[in-house]
């Protein structure tokens, strides 16, 4: 497959330096700002912005010696799970023809499975880089809220998303993770635990004696295909040497509602910056300030972009707070105590990244709410800051299937030791 | 689910506070979907009280000059700006 779907804009920034990712072709999403290079997040909205500076993580990429080559494609804002939202138009996954590659990091993991990079930067607020990773047969991992810097990540819900890596094996995106990892004084989220990391040197497929957590609520609706490949790695597990046990989670079956409430409301606030003043389409709109605003953004954002905008400020606006937002938080609350007690038995959780096979292209788009019930099994790691993983678990009728395995908080190095386990 | 599409008139009025025009088709589409996803976002009300345990802490830095973006940086993206300013639709 052609590199023509996978990225917005094509671009060599070369990586001259020594460092540990010399020689390493790097993808990075469209929502993580590049100096001097545009950056469109997926949108309308921003198709001619151009960053006066670096994220983080992009120093960090360039410190460590790499090569970008593109500005990988991704759903508006964040806002999908099957890359079919952006402005750009869609990508296909280079693993199954016809098939959406996931959503939002779409555009990265394809990048990855057709071999346009060897590493890719994707972001996940509530499944983005694991969801993609999945149907695209390659590893992401979602780490630890605080671990990465989000300074210069485009925010859409700065509580709940975090950057993090794709590859294609375990050790490559654990070298990736090593090299953006850590505190950044200019995002005060950022925490001490990151600081001098090895997750590379944790990948020896040593799982003897590991406690494998299964939240029951996350296996048994998915499909069948997906159900037995779960079931095949566990037993791969335990044949070295792991053991499994049932866990249940009973906030889980909130955990979609409370994640979609926080995230929207996050959205809308994040979002009211766009009004065409600093950066944005030229307008030639004669009304005032409101109307000329409500204008630009009519015709700068997509539906889905809009959908979550009108819905967060819903779940924000005077009566409705309590009801919607209010509850949300209590939710997450309870899904944090939940995690908790599951590890408090267990050192890893494991269950089926999606608990679907990938969607075909133009499948899903019509029904919004089907979309977001596909999230079921990422979005409580994202309500619990915790860390996870999605590791390829073999296919289901010739389509890729992921296996997530979630730690402990600034538990990277046992997912990664675990996920190891996995590689032939 | 219920059928109750959630009246036009709070999409168009949800819309205004969101300043996002929308026209007449995506009005009612809108409202339609959105009866749907507030009930699902409706199960919340069986929550019960939970309790976030605080590990949060302020984190402080000096408060020192530094340098930031150029004004030319700054308005690089613009798509109007007048002596060094952003150029703004009228304010009435």
Redesign the interface.
């Known amino acids: 497959m052609s590199g023509d779907s996978i990225f917005i804009t094509k671009e060599r920034i070369a990586g001259d330096r020594e460092g540990p990712l010399a020689g390493e072709r790097v993808a990075v999403k469209d929502n993580i700002s590049t100096e001097g290079v545009r950056t469109t997040c997926g949108s309308a909205m921003l198709s001619e912005y151009v960053p006066p500076y670096d994220a983080t993580v992009v120093e960090r990429l360039k410190d460590a010696g790499a090569e970008i080559v593109g500005k990988a494609n991704m759903d508006e804002f964040g806002m999908g799970s099957t890359t079919e939202t952006s402005h750009f138009g869609s990508t296909e996954n280079p693993a199954a023809e016809g098939h959406v590659p996931g959503g939002s990091s779409g555009g990265s993991a394809a990048a990855v499975a057709a071999g346009e990079a060897d590493l890719a930067l994707g972001t996940d607020t509530g499944g983005s880089i694991r969801n993609p990773a999945a149907f695209c047969g390659v590893v992401g991992i979602k780490p630890t809220y605080g671990l990465v810097s989000r300074y210069g990540l485009v925010a859409y819900a700065n509580s709940l998303e975090q950057i993090g890596p794709l590859a294609p094996t375990v050790e490559g995106a654990a070298r990736l993770l090593d090299a953006i990892a850590g505190p950044d004084e200019r995002d005060a989220t950022t925490r001490r635990e990151g600081a001098e990391t090895d997750y590379a040197g944790a990948v020896d497929g040593d799982v003897d004696g590991l406690s494998i957590g299964i939240p029951t609520e996350l296996v048994e609706g998915a499909h069948d295909g997906v159900r037995e490949r779960f079931w095949d790695a566990i037993d791969e597990l335990e044949s070295r040497g792991a053991s499994s046990h049932e866990v249940s989670l009973p906030s889980i079956e909130h955990a979609v509602a409370a994640y979609y409430v926080i995230a929207m409301s996050e959205a809308s606030s994040n979002l009211a910056r766009y009004d065409g003043v600093r950066y944005g389409p030229d307008t030639d709109s004669e009304g005032n300030w409101n109307e000329s605003f409500a204008d630009v953004r009519d015709r700068g954002f997509g539906d889905e972009v809009k959908r979550r905008i009108l819905l967060g400020t819903y779940a924000l606006s005077a009566g409705y707070h309590e009801k919607y937002y209010g509850k949300a938080q209590q939710a997450r609350a309870w899904v944090e105590q939940d995690f908790e007690e599951a590890f408090e038995e267990a050192d890893v959780l494991a269950s089926p990244t999606m608990p679907v096979p990938p969607f075909e292209l133009g499948e899903s788009l019509d029904d919004p709410l089907q979309m977001y019930l596909s999230d079921a099994n990422t979005v409580p790691v994202n309500l619990a800051n915790l860390p996870a993983i999605s590791v390829p678990a073999g296919t289901t009728d010739g389509l890729p299937v992921g296996f997530q395995l979630i730690g402990p908080k600034f538990g990277e190095k046992r997912i990664v030791r675990a996920a190891s386990a996995l590689e032939g | 689910m219920s059928d109750q599409s959630v009246p036009d008139e709070e ?1 168009r009025h ?9 026209d007449d088709e ?1 009005v009612e589409e ?1 409202s339609e ?2 009866s ?3 009930s ?2 409706e ?11 605080g590990d949060l802490e302020n ?1 402080m ?1 000096a408060d020192e000059v530094r340098e930031g ?1 150029s004004q030319e ?2 308005l ?5 700006s007048e002596d060094g300013y ?7």
Do not use: Y
């Open positions: 999409v949800v819309a205004e506070l969101a300043r996002i025009g929308l995506e809108f979907q959105f749907e996803i507030l699902a976002f199960t919340l009300d069986e929550v019960p009280e939970a309790e976030r345990d984190v830095r973006l940086e700054a690089r993206n613009a798509p109007d952003f150029k703004g639709p009228s304010v009435s």
